[in-house]
């Protein structure tokens, strides 16, 4: 179990206050698509997404980064126990959606810079290595069902 000060966890929480789900959900999920391609191939329900204005201008992506962003806020809500809050989500990637575990990453550093991008000088060096503790509890609780 990932072990956190206060201070981490107090950072990790405005960080989540300050970012509005509706802008960096589709962002993020838009940027993984267009610097890491091979991701489209999980998402055949989403439609057009052969050039990056169609991906950036998808209103399936945009949906679907909007609900990857919502489960992110099920990881802050309990920290301590991150795992277990995602074992069913995890065993879904797994069992049924067949993603391979090294995109969790990907997501998860696309999701830092699209959050970055928007608190600038917000997230110092210190707040993004709290922030990415954080995603890469998340990261190693989505690969979790992984066998
Ligand atoms: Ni992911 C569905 C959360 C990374 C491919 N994903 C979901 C759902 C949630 C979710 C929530 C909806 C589940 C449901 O319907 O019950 N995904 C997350 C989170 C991360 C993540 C929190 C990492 C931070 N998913 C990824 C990655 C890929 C991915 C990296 C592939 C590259 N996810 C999918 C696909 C679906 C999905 C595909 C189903 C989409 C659909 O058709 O509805």
């Not at 929480?13 to 509706?22: L, M, P």
């Not at 997404?49 to 991906?55: E, I, K, R």
Request: aromatic share 8%.
């Amino acid at each position: 179990m990932v072990k956190w000060t206060d201070q981490e966890r107090s950072t990790v929480r405005a960080v989540w206050e300050q970012i509005n789900i509706d802008e960096v959900g589709p962002e993020a999920l838009a940027r993984v698509l267009i610097v890491y391609p091979w991701t489209e191939r999980y998402f055949g329900s989403l439609g057009e997404l052969f050039t990056a204005s169609a991906v950036l201008n998808n209103a399936k992506v945009a949906a679907h980064g909007r609900v990857v962003l919502r489960a992110l806020d099920e990881a802050v809500k309990n920290m301590d126990n991150i795992e277990d809050t995602y074992a069913a989500l995890s065993q879904l990637h797994y069992e049924k959606l067949h993603v391979d575990p090294d995109n969790f990453r990907l997501l998860a550093d696309c999701i830092t810079i699209t959050v970055a991008c928007k608190l600038r000088s917000a997230m110092g060096p210190q707040v993004q290595a709290t922030w990415q503790k954080f995603l890469s509890a998340v990261v190693d609780a989505l690969q979790s069902q992984y066998h």
